[in-house]
């Protein structure tokens, strides 16, 4: 079943403005990764975090490992066109091996 | 190879008929997911491999379904006597693993499977 919940479901935003979207869960995870995904094609990585409290940039995204393990955060910062797309969390849940559970996902378009 | 890769892109066929869909990994990944995603929808897990260890098939919805891989190598998917329900995105993702603690998953551009 579905274990981890993401929100908001969908965002429209003015380009130009920054992005906030979350990954909560009742369950504590080891590793948190965040993909986007374009029409048509696989997920792509684009940040991964390993350890509680961790905040990592690359670029204009920002993403942090909540302290609880059981949370994470993704900004973008000036979004731009291109960032349109599907973002996901994902992750594999603590002491349950390497099983790794999605996110719903969050559907951001950017309105030139 | 550089990347994951899947195949067929697309599959189109009848509905009762077998279809099989084919993962080849990253070199050197252990690990190996098959996830499903209907139109609009997340990743639903399907299966997962992992070295020689049994696979986790707790995400196969019925017995239609069924996965094998050799080795640390390429993976099938089967799905007999497909149904219109089965239409979907099948994406294969594989990861490398050290020490118990899983990689990033690394995902192929996925096989688009339609039942008519």
């Known amino acids: 079943g579905q274990q981890l919940n993401q929100s908001p479901q969908s965002m429209f935003i003015q380009e130009g403005e920054d992005v906030s979207m979350n990954c909560t869960s009742s369950s504590i995870f080891n590793t948190w990764l965040w993909y986007k995904q374009d029409p048509g094609e696989g997920p792509v990585l684009l940040i991964a975090l390993y350890k509680a409290g961790e905040l990592t940039s690359n670029g204009r995204l920002t993403a942090q490992f909540g302290i609880t393990r059981k949370d994470s955060f993704l900004n973008i910062s000036a979004s731009i066109p291109s960032d349109v797309g599907i973002y996901f969390c994902?992750?594999?849940?603590?002491?349950?091996?390497?099983?790794?559970?999605f996110g719903t996902g969050t559907s951001l378009t950017v309105i030139p | 190879g550089a990347g994951v890769s899947q195949s067929p892109s697309n599959k189109v066929t009848e509905k009762g008929k077998d279809v099989e869909l084919r993962c080849d990994p990253i070199?050197?990944?252990?690990?190996l997911y098959w996830y499903r995603q209907r139109l609009g929808q997340g990743l639903e897990f399907l299966i997962y491999?992992?070295?020689?260890?049994?696979?986790?098939k707790s995400g196969l919805p019925s017995d239609r379904f069924s996965a094998e891989r050799t080795g640390e190598s390429v993976s099938t998917l089967t799905i007999q006597r497909t149904q219109q329900e089965d239409s979907a995105v099948y994406l294969c993702?594989?990861?490398?693993?050290?020490?118990?603690?899983?990689?990033?998953?690394?995902f192929g551009e996925g096989s688009r499977l339609t039942v008519l």
């Open positions: 993702a594989s990861s490398r693993t050290s020490g118990g603690v899983s990689g990033e998953l690394f």
């Open positions: 070199s050197g990944h252990t690990a």
């Open positions: 994902a992750g594999p849940r603590a002491y349950t091996g390497n099983q790794f559970y």
């Open positions: 491999f992992q070295g020689n260890s049994a696979p986790d």
